[in-house]
Structures are given as structure tokens and as C-alpha cells.
């Protein structure tokens, strides 16, 4: 069974903090996906890997960075946490072609006070 | 700019009708969609898909229809269940040979009404 797991499921960071959040997948998926889903905007995508040590921005890259020394893992870093960061965020991985499906994992609900 | 878009943030459908659900994209690069259902606080799970060269896909009590002229695609439940209840998200996909990204829609909320 297919499998996305991420570090926290509730996380509250205080504004200006550095924050991590992880995510490791168990089916060697070369792509991997950072999104942050916000009510009436959807699934918005921040930053993306197709492979170890790749990296690409997505469509809402400001204030965040991204990491992946290991094919299972891919880590997302909010240099200096902001109120507009509240959000939940999701991970997700996919097989390189194939059908395009992506498997997310369950989010991160960041609450920036 | 949202080159996927759901209009209808909600709908409420009673137990064991149909349940209608839409998607209008804009971007005529988009040759494959997918619908994907989320629960709260889990991660969405992928639903049902359709490529470009085809106008319809079925899975069980679950159909998209495709329209590339119109650039619309719908999800149809049929009958609906009290389990359908979730928030639904279309996401498409650019032709462009290597883009494994995906533009994801707004959004809609399912409601069924026992």
C-alpha cells in the first residue's frame, strides 16, 4: 500500500521562527510536491522536485525553501515564519509518467501566532 | 490567474440522487484531468481520471464527462451516498512532454443529505 507520511499533523510556530516541515514517501516516486491548501483557493502548489537535489518553484514559492538529499524525502522551510503562512499544508509524491496521479499525505495544519 | 476553476464552492445533494459536479479550465494544454476527494484533516485521494481522447470515464458510481470544446469536464455520482460527503477537487495537466505538475481547482464541497 502506497504510503506519504508527514512529520507533524498540528504544528503552532510563533512569527519569525525557522520551521521544517518533512515528508517521506515508501515508493520510490521521483517526483515530489509541496502544496498549501487555503479555503476558497484550492490546492496551490509551492515548490516541486523530479529528483534528488532538483527542485523547481511552483506557483507560490515567496518565503519558502525546499530540500532533498534523499529520494524518499522532501522537506519544506519557512525561513522566518509569517501570520500568512497559516495554512495546511500538504505533500504529495508521483511516479515519473505514468498516469500523472499523485498519492498525498495526510498535511500539516501551521498555525503562525 | 486560475486556469482551473470550480464555481460552485458547495452543493447539497439528497441520499441516492445524482450528484453533478463541474470544472471549466482555460488552458487548452490541459490534455489529462483527474478529480481527486478529501476528507477533513486527511490528505485527497485520487477518484477517477480521463486523457483528452476520450469524452467519458466510468468507474463504478463514479463518470467524468469530458467536453474540450467547451473546456468543461463534470463528475457525476450516481447514487449518492452519505460517505460522498467530502470537499471534490479537479486538477489538470499540461501536454508538455516532462511537466509531471499539476493545476488544481478551488474546490467544491459535497453535501449529501440523508
Known amino acids: 500500500d502506497v504510503k506519504v507520511t508527514q512529520s507533524s499533523r498540528y504544528l503552532v510556530k510563533r512569527t519569525g521562527e525557522k520551521v521544517f516541515l518533512e515528508c517521506v514517501q515508501d515508493?520510490?516516486?521521483?517526483?515530489m510536491f509541496w502544496y498549501r491548501q487555503d479555503p476558497g483557493l484550492g490546492l496551490r502548489l509551492i515548490y516541486f522536485?523530479?529528483?534528488?537535489?532538483?527542485?523547481e518553484k511552483g506557483d507560490i514559492p515567496e518565503g519558502y525553501s525546499v530540500s532533498r538529499e534523499k529520494k524518499e524525502r522532501f522537506s519544506l522551510i519557512l525561513e522566518s515564519a509569517s501570520t500568512n503562512q497559516t495554512s495546511m499544508y500538504l505533500c504529495?509524491?508521483?511516479?515519473?509518467?505514468?498516469?500523472?496521479?499523485?498519492?498525498f499525505g495526510p498535511g500539516t495544519r501551521l498555525t503562525v501566532t | 490567474d486560475q486556469q482551473v476553476k470550480q464555481n460552485s464552492p458547495s452543493l447539497s445533494v439528497q441520499e441516492g440522487r445524482i450528484s453533478i459536479l463541474n470544472c471549466d479550465y482555460t488552458?487548452?494544454?490541459?490534455?489529462?484531468f483527474l478529480w481527486y476527494k478529501k476528507y477533513p484533516a486527511e490528505g485527497p485521494t485520487f477518484l477517477i481520471s480521463?486523457?483528452?481522447?476520450?469524452d467519458k470515464n466510468e468507474d463504478g458510481r463514479f463518470t467524468v464527462f469530458l467536453n474540450k470544446s467547451a473546456k468543461h469536464l463534470s463528475l457525476h455520482i450516481v447514487p449518492s451516498q452519505p460517505g460522498d460527503s467530502a470537499v471534490y477537487f479537479c486538477?489538470?495537466?499540461?501536454?508538455?512532454?516532462?511537466?509531471?505538475?499539476?493545476?488544481f481547482g478551488t474546490g467544491t464541497r459535497l453535501t449529501i443529505i440523508p
Open positions: 504529495a509524491s508521483s511516479p515519473r509518467g505514468g498516469t500523472y496521479e499523485q498519492y
Open positions: 515508493m520510490d516516486h521521483e517526483n
Open positions: 522536485s523530479y529528483d534528488v537535489k532538483m527542485k
Open positions: 488552458n487548452s494544454m490541459f490534455d489529462y
Open positions: 480521463i486523457s483528452s481522447i476520450k
Open positions: 486538477a489538470a495537466r499540461p501536454i508538455y512532454f516532462g511537466n509531471e505538475k499539476l493545476t
